[in-house]
């Protein structure tokens, strides 16, 4: 049985529709990212399970109990919004106290003790009487986290808890909440748009797109085998191909490119211009009929080839690689 279960949720704002019977199940110990473009319904969800917004219909069950109308302090959660929440005045070790005073079953030594070991659990020990001001973007957000934890809550929300970190920074800590996640064994729903966070860090994705769930699965499902044209669009980059018996996607890394000409079975095409992306080129070229197609090669393999804008390439796409799809949309 799922820990977590969202059935037929609908919730509309000003006559619009921000989700439409959307249905979810959360295992325990797992985590789920519910990623999606901005406006698709996931904060709403999140804050559906959180007891901040009432659904118009549906239900919010928790580990087997109907929480729908449950008011948030009775859901036993804990939550880690962007913007980190920290109180400027109190240092880090006070800021993780300020939950923990409320739990009358700890007394203050034990409440110390609590509050110290989740402030080791996220390497913050040393910061303990820092304030947040005195603490970078990664360090605060990890605040945020161990006060989260803190309370030993049945599960834990993000809400976009990476978006207002650097790049660098964010990549840093999303293995670090990874691996926090798992030691824990807790709970987790994430929200994020940003797919690479979703790609990397859930057991398991589920992608929403105006107010519906387009598709649930893990990371290598839902990149290899997406549902439709907007999944494959959102995650990752699919080149759409059409022949004489459909519309296909496939994936630039699941194109073979020469600059020596092959039988019947490769395209021809020229190349439009070279992206250069660190250890991977992306090379964007021009079929003979107008049609677009990028390849990521190897950056040693492009050097080798010699490639340059405006050289005649051959593309070979594979049957195997290929995804029929009924119709196309535009990219995200």
């Known amino acids: 049985m799922s820990y977590l279960k969202v059935e037929n949720i609908y919730k509309q704002f000003g006559g619009k529709a921000v989700l439409k019977n959307v249905n979810a199940d959360i295992e325990k110990g797992e985590l789920v990212c519910i990623l999606g473009p901005s406006g698709c319904g996931k904060t709403t969800l999140l804050r559906i399970i959180a007891g901040l917004e009432n659904p118009d219909q549906g239900k919010v069950i928790i580990d087997g109990k109907d929480c729908t109308n449950l008011a948030p302090a009775k859901r036993n959660f804990g939550i880690v919004f962007q913007s980190y929440a920290l109180f400027p005045n109190m240092t880090i070790e006070q800021n993780v106290l300020f939950g923990l005073s409320e739990q009358k079953k700890l007394n203050k030594e034990q409440q110390r003790a609590k509050a110290l070991e989740v402030l080791g659990l996220v390497d913050l020990l040393e910061h303990k009487n820092k304030y947040p001001a005195q603490l970078s973007g990664g360090q605060q957000q990890r605040t945020a986290l161990a006060r989260a934890i803190a309370l030993s809550p049945g599960y834990l929300l993000l809400d976009e808890p990476l978006s207002a970190l650097d790049a660098k920074v964010r990549s840093k800590l999303r293995l670090e909440i990874r691996k926090i996640q798992r030691e824990l064994g807790i709970t987790t729903i994430m929200v994020t748009h940003d797919q690479e966070e979703a790609l990397t860090m859930a057991d398991r994705i589920i992608v929403m797109n105006n107010a519906v769930i387009e598709q649930v699965g893990t990371p290598r499902t839902v990149y290899e085998n997406p549902a439709n044209t907007f999944v494959a669009n959102f995650i990752g980059t699919m080149n759409f191909y059409e022949n004489n018996t459909g519309t296909f996607g496939i994936r630039p890394e699941n ?67 290929l995804i029929q799809y009924a119709d196309v949309q535009e990219a995200v």
Not at 271 to 294: D, P, Q, S, T, W
């Open 255 to 321: 194109i073979e490119l020469t600059k020596n000409e092959l039988p019947d079975s490769f395209l021809t095409g020229k190349v439009c211009f070279l992206e250069f992306k660190g250890a991977m080129v992306r090379v964007h070229n021009k079929l003979y009929n107008n049609c677009e197609i990028c390849v990521d090669l190897p950056a040693e393999k492009v050097r080798a080839l010699e490639l340059k804008e405006n050289d005649t390439v051959y593309l070979k796409i594979t049957d195997r690689h």
